[in-house]
């Protein structure tokens, strides 16, 4: 069956990095565009990246463009978030998403100092 597991999450101070993971199985990888999300208590799920299935082109949310890149490996069957200059705003629980459908369980982001 579809398995998205994201992975990477953690407690990290205002301006760090973080790189989150999402490890795909039960489909072909490649044939999918992927895209990363987030929730905070209370608010809807938004997306922050999408990347699409041959990887040519990326599109983000205006709140996290030029600080967070999305990427696919698909020999790995992996999408990836790189998260810089991180700010208390981005703690969330981060989501991996496969086209329109299948969700990840989520990874929890905590930005403080």
């Not at 199985?25 to 299935?53: C, L, N, V």
């Not at 463009?65 to 981060?94: E, H, W």
Request: charged share 15%.
């Amino acid at each position: 069956q579809v398995q998205l597991m994201e992975s990477g999450g953690g407690l990290v101070q205002p301006g760090g990095s973080l790189r989150l993971s999402c490890a795909a199985s039960g489909f072909t990888f490649s044939d999918y565009p992927m895209s990363w999300h987030r929730q905070t208590p209370g608010k809807a799920r938004e997306f922050i990246a999408g990347i699409t299935s041959t990887g040519s082109m990326t599109t983000y949310a205006d709140s996290v463009k030029g600080r967070f890149t999305i990427s696919r490996d698909d020999a790995k069957n992996t999408a990836y978030l790189q998260m810089n200059n991180l700010t208390p705003g981005d703690t969330a629980v981060y989501y991996c998403r496969r086209g329109a459908s299948a969700w990840g369980q989520g990874t929890q982001v905590t930005v403080s100092s």
